[in-house]
């Protein structure tokens, strides 16, 4: 099992930025893809960006596309969302979460590991 921790999460004006990150403990090495989702009240748990362990590559979803970047820091031991250029839409509980079984994959169902949230609010 993996456990895992988001911070970073706060008030931002809108047009404005902030970085999560999500620090991971456990069988860390078990994780396949990292992904993260947001959840805003009232509505479903969401896809916003995922990365694979094995390769590298990235996958967002189109609303964050080219403005959201998720990264690994090797020297934090994190897996980060930087957060560019925010609108109130984005708006939601922000969660980490593990793959350890499947390909990537931008489906909650998809993810063995959760993290409690972090809640990014933005004013407009």
């Known amino acids: 099992q993996v456990h895992l921790v988001e911070s970073g999460g706060g008030l931002v004006q809108a047009g404005g930025s902030l970085r999560l990150s999500c620090a991971a403990s456990g069988r860390t090495s078990s994780i396949k893809t990292w992904g993260w989702f947001r959840q805003a009240p009232g509505k479903e748990r969401e896809f916003v960006a995922a990365r694979s362990s094995i390769t590298g590559n990235t996958w967002y979803a189109t609303s964050v596309n080219g403005r959201f970047t998720i990264s690994r820091d090797n020297a934090k031991n994190t897996m980060d969302l930087q957060m560019n250029r925010l609108n109130p839409k984005a708006a939601a509980a922000y969660y980490c979460?593990?793959?350890?079984?499947?390909?990537?994959?931008?489906?909650?169902?998809?993810?063995?590991?959760w993290g409690q949230g972090t809640q990014v609010t933005v004013s407009s």
């Open positions: 979460a593990a793959d350890r079984d499947h390909l990537p994959s931008r489906s909650a169902n998809s993810y063995d590991d």
